[in-house]
């Protein structure tokens, strides 16, 4: 699992509340990224970091944002969560050429 | 802009069958390509990875994949299926920006496998 952390592991949370997952790597990896993973939509990527305070945008990066203030420790808040973000999101780091996965977050927004 | 498609959102197989999975993939020059599966409540796990080089890749579980240009595939084979390869596969296109590898997935395959 390349060392990564996914927390929580399980969230329900109410519309319109602030909500921050985290993703924890032990390995000094420097590329980090947040996917979301939807029925019939693979995993889509939302941002991603290439350096501490270095991040950019995915694809659906809109209502998100991210943090990373050391190198180990990559945020992503929802701001104000939506119902349309429940969603399975999944933490990776890169090596080379090679993507790692955490074991994903499942949050539930009612 | 990179895209792929899975055409099959499901498929079903007798153990001990072969097994073909169809992955197409839209980007103007010749993407990394990978395959990785998904076992219920787990992570994606890599099971090959295209870059260049020999079109015929061999992976991990006696996986593997064939990159045709022409035709813009890049699916997966195994020739006999066992029970423990019932997962959700998934191909993706990488493109390295500033040195960060991002991953465009497609949608997805589930595998069942029959008795």
């Known amino acids: 699992d390349a060392g990564i952390t996914q927390s929580p592991r399980h969230k329900v949370t109410e519309t319109g509340t602030p909500v921050t997952l985290r993703c924890h790597q032990t390995?000094?990896?420097?590329?980090m990224y947040w996917y979301r993973q939807d029925p019939g939509h693979g995993l889509r990527l939302i941002h991603y970091?290439?350096?501490?305070?270095?991040?950019d945008k995915g694809e659906v990066s809109d209502g998100y944002s991210v943090s990373r203030s050391k190198t180990e420790d990559f945020l992503l808040t929802l701001e104000s969560a939506t119902s349309s973000q429940t969603s399975v999101y999944f933490c990776?780091?890169?090596?080379?050429?090679?993507?790692?996965f955490g074991q994903g977050t499942r949050l539930t927004v009612v | 802009a990179q895209s792929v498609t899975q055409p099959d959102i499901h498929i079903t197989v007798s153990e001990g069958a072969s097994l073909e999975l169809r992955c197409n993939y839209s980007?103007?020059?010749?993407?990394?390509l990978f395959w990785y599966v998904q076992s219920p409540g787990q992570g994606l796990q890599l099971l090959l990875k295209?870059?260049?080089?020999?079109?015929l890749v061999q992976g991990i579980k006696g996986f593997e994949a064939e990159f045709k240009r022409s035709q813009s595939s890049f699916n997966l084979r195994k020739p006999s299926v066992h029970w423990s390869d019932a997962a959700e596969y998934f191909c993706?296109?990488?493109?390295?920006?500033?040195?960060?590898?991002?991953?465009?997935f497609g949608q997805g395959t589930r595998l069942t496998i029959n008795p």
């Open positions: 990776a780091i890169s090596v080379d050429t090679e993507a790692f």
């Open positions: 390995e000094n990896h420097r590329y």
């Open positions: 970091s290439y350096g501490v305070k270095d991040t």
């Open positions: 980007y103007g020059a010749t993407p990394y």
């Open positions: 295209y870059f260049s080089g020999d079109t």
């Open positions: 993706a296109s990488g493109i390295i920006i500033q040195g960060a590898q991002k991953l465009v």
